[in-house]
């Protein structure tokens, strides 16, 4: 396949969305002629892009404690990072490739990707597809993985909003339909543990800004136990009412206030890239599921593949 960089948008109504073939990167995000994404003007800058920016992440999003699991009575050693983890499928997970863009209308778009046996250090050959569909305001990924063999797989896209257009997150107004989350220690890999969110920082049952909810502004990492349900899993709103609604299948949900995010690449004119300047609401299962006993299990099998349906949809209200 060809290592040049492409590119569709897809339009529907006041909604614009760019989707670039390297990493299934939304590189902007429109609505009503306001950029709701974080995103770097040259679709090059994606080739190395430390904080994920706009990705499908995978093979298994966020973090697995020093990159090790078992599988089937076989010990698997992943790529670690700095923090002695494995993060985001490695350093050449799908987010790294050059996916396959197949233009589906004016509204659509499929991207197909490979990955071979002992890709990133995983097992099996796994075929992965990701179906964008923008209705109306609404923008919906269908994410597939068909392995030759059990594997595990756990997708997330990592776009970083801000409603605004620019400036704090801190001043939108979250709610989240999770009364759980899986706390974690300092390396941010969960200790195992899921706690009511109830009386802590991390309650969004009712919304509410994350300056109130966060006062000294220590930021967000980490992952909510999402209770189900038909409703939205997470809601976001900015100071004019500009509106994030987001509906998934998965059991989790990573919040992310970009504590670490710094301009690696030029932005898009206008937009600062820094801590609080996005946030990330993060579909997923949950981080290192492979090493923790009652986390929703993550393997998947020729008979059993893999799906996630994600919807996120930005309109004002």
């Given at each position: ?90 350093p ?24 071979p ?137 990573q ?7 710094a ?6 004119p ?11 609401l ?14 929703p ?21």
């Open positions: 396949m060809t290592d040049t960089i492409t590119s569709h948008v897809l339009a529907d109504g006041d909604t614009a969305v760019t989707v670039l073939s390297l990493g299934c990167a939304v590189q902007d995000w429109q609505v009503a002629g306001r950029r709701v994404v974080l995103g770097y003007d040259d679709p090059e800058a994606y080739r190395d892009n430390p904080r994920s920016m706009g990705i499908v992440v995978g093979r298994v999003a966020n973090r697995t404690a020093q990159g090790r699991f078992t599988l089937d009575g076989t010990d698997w050693q992943l790529p670690v990072g700095p923090g002695g983890h494995h993060l985001h499928g490695g050449n997970g799908l987010g790294k490739r050059n996916w396959a863009l197949t233009p589906d209308g004016p509204r659509g778009a499929v991207l197909r990707l490979s990955s046996h002992l890709d990133q250090g995983y097992p099996g050959a796994v075929d992965f597809e990701v179906r964008l569909t923008l209705d109306g305001s609404a923008l919906t990924w269908e994410m597939t993985a068909r392995p030759d063999r059990p594997t595990p797989v756990n997708l997330a896209q990592h776009l970083y909003f801000n409603l605004a257009g620019a400036g704090t997150v801190r001043d939108h107004v979250l709610r989240l339909n999770a009364s759980r989350y899986t706390p974690a220690g300092p390396d941010l890999v969960p200790t195992g543990e899921v706690l009511p969110v109830t009386g802590s920082r991390y309650d969004f049952l009712a919304a509410r800004s994350l300056a109130e909810a966060d006062p000294q502004g220590a930021g967000y990492d980490l992952n909510f136990a999402l209770d189900g349900g038909t409703g939205p899993a997470a809601e976001l709103v900015a100071p004019d009412g500009m509106t994030l609604r987001l509906w998934t299948d998965q059991p989790g949900l919040l992310y206030t970009s504590t670490s995010l301009p690696f690449a030029q932005p898009w206008g937009v600062a890239h820094g801590p609080w300047g996005g946030i990330c993060e579909a997923q299962g949950f981080p290192n599921a492979l090493n923790t006993p009652g986390f299990p993550i393997v998947v099998t020729p008979d059993t593949p893999y799906r996630q349906v994600t919807t996120i949809d930005i309109a004002p209200r």
